[in-house]
């Protein structure tokens, strides 16, 4: 789905797949008091370095995935503070993943993160609507893949002409 998004944002904008979520530690706050590990150092930095971010991910026993989570963990304070986030929900099902999206709403909430709501939209997508090139294939999805895109986008245009 990210992928997919990244394919269809406007020409003068751009994306950043973040690749590093296997290689994070444990959170663990004590670690804070001291030198970040490299890979938290780099994940801070990413999204320092953003102007948004979009999030996706499935729907694990009921909630988060723990990795994903963990990755929220390490922002808590630095890292989506005030940063316009928007969310994918991939879900083939009616109503599936909707306590994880439930669930990361109140974290982001806890991370104090922009939520962009025009930018939080379910788009169901089907493992066989995956095309060979890692895109999502089918058109209602990409149609809500590409709302929730120039929803993040608009929002990040709005607020650099505030700011003059």
């Known amino acids: 789905m990210l992928r997919t998004a990244a394919a269809l944002l406007p020409v003068d904008a751009r994306a950043v797949m973040y690749e590093?979520?296997?290689?994070?530690?444990?959170?663990?706050?004590?670690v804070e008091q001291n030198a970040l590990p490299a890979?938290?150092?780099g994940l801070r930095a990413a999204l320092?370095?953003?102007d948004a971010v979009l999030l996706s991910t499935p729907e694990y026993a009921g909630s988060l995935p723990g990795s994903f989570k963990n990755l929220l963990d390490w922002c808590v304070g630095e890292g989506l503070?005030?940063?316009?986030?928007?969310?994918?929900?991939?879900s083939p099902h009616e109503r599936g993943s909707e306590r994880t999206y439930d669930t990361l709403r109140v974290v982001l909430?806890?991370?104090?993160?922009?939520?962009?709501?025009?930018a939080?939209?379910?788009?169901p997508v089907r493992r066989d609507s995956i095309g060979p090139d890692g895109l999502v294939?089918?058109?209602?999805?990409?149609?809500?893949?590409?709302r929730a895109v120039a929803a993040l986008v608009a929002h990040v245009r709005a607020l650099r002409d505030a700011a003059g």
């Open 120 to 123: 939080c939209v379910r788009a």
């Open 109 to 118: 909430g806890y991370v104090n993160a922009d939520l962009v709501e025009a």
């Open 48 to 50: 320092a370095a953003a």
């Open 39 to 41: 890979q938290v150092a």
């Open 137 to 146: 294939g089918d058109a209602h999805a990409r149609e809500q893949i590409a």
């Open 81 to 90: 503070y005030q940063k316009p986030v928007g969310w994918l929900n991939p």
């Open 20 to 30: 590093g979520l296997g290689e994070l530690p444990h959170f663990n706050p004590d």
